[in-house]
């Protein structure tokens, strides 16, 4: 099984930028759509972004459409999401791992998360 490894996360205020980054080791992501989910307090985890697995296109929610940019290294097994203009409601644990981009849900051939990195903007 993957074990994706979240990072960059922080505080940060309204307005300002992040970029996470998701490294994962054991089973490769790379044959796979990968992306972002998270999870707000009191909220089921939901889907982010998406990348297909040689980066040619790129899926996002209405809510981060314009500000959120999701990228890949096959090569380095690595997954960023540049986030910008970051607002209040983007808080959350953000997690990464594979996509079925039919559902937008993690894909069924994983069944493990990683710790994911808290991301908190303040207003």
């Known amino acids: 099984q993957v074990q994706p490894v979240e990072s960059g996360g922080g505080l940060v205020q309204a307005g300002g930028s992040l970029r996470l980054s998701c490294v994962a080791s054991?089973?490769?992501?790379?044959?796979?759509?990968t992306g972002w989910f998270r999870q707000a307090p009191g909220k089921e985890r939901e889907f982010v972004a998406a990348?297909?697995?040689?980066?040619?296109?790129?899926f996002y929610t209405d809510s981060v459409k314009g500000r959120f940019t999701i990228s890949r290294d096959n090569a380095k097994n690595t997954l960023w999401l540049q986030m910008n203009s970051l607002k209040p409601e983007d808080t959350a644990v953000y997690y990464c791992?594979?996509?079925?981009?039919?559902?937008?849900?993690?894909?069924?051939?994983?069944?493990?998360w990683g710790q994911g990195t808290q991301v908190t903007v303040s207003s």
């Open positions: 054991g089973r490769t992501l790379s044959n796979y759509a």
């Open positions: 791992n594979a996509v079925d981009l039919r559902t937008y849900t993690l894909h069924p051939d994983f069944n493990s």
């Open positions: 990348i297909t697995w040689r980066g040619a296109n790129t």
